[in-house]
Nanobody
């Protein structure tokens, strides 16, 4: 099963910075949206921030005003940056890439590729 490759998680001090990186293998073609999601214990996964092929960011409640997303289509990568972190419990951040499969009845069909997830904890 093809997965995205994530890096950059771990334990971070409050006030520090976090940068998560995600790379899609070259075997994944026609990538549309790419983004980052997070999940904490007992809660559903939620979108942090995503970005379209046109570079337009799409914010989730978890990401508004807190994260900066950047995308490199030449490398099929998407990074998430956050500065001045506040203390928070463990959260698993996952990367997603939506690959276009084609059209069915004029509707675009996509397949979502995910990474394994990387855990982030902000504590002293």
């Amino acid at each position: 099963q093809v997965q995205l490759v994530e890096s950059g998680g771990g334990s971070v001090q409050p006030g520090g910075s976090l940068r998560l990186s995600c790379a899609a293998p070259g075997s994944i073609l026609s990538i549309n949206d790419m983004g980052w999601y997070r999940q904490t214990s007992g809660k559903e996964r939620e979108v942090v921030e995503a970005v379209t092929t046109s570079g337009v960011p799409e914010y989730g409640d978890a990401g508004i005003g807190r994260f900066t997303i950047s995308r490199d289509d030449a490398k099929n990568t998407v990074d998430l940056q956050r500065n001045r972190l506040n203390p928070e419990g463990p959260a698993v951040y996952s990367c997603r890439a939506a690959a276009a499969l084609g059209y069915l009845d004029l509707s675009l069909c996509e397949y979502d590729y995910w990474g394994q997830g990387t855990q982030v904890t902000v504590s002293s």
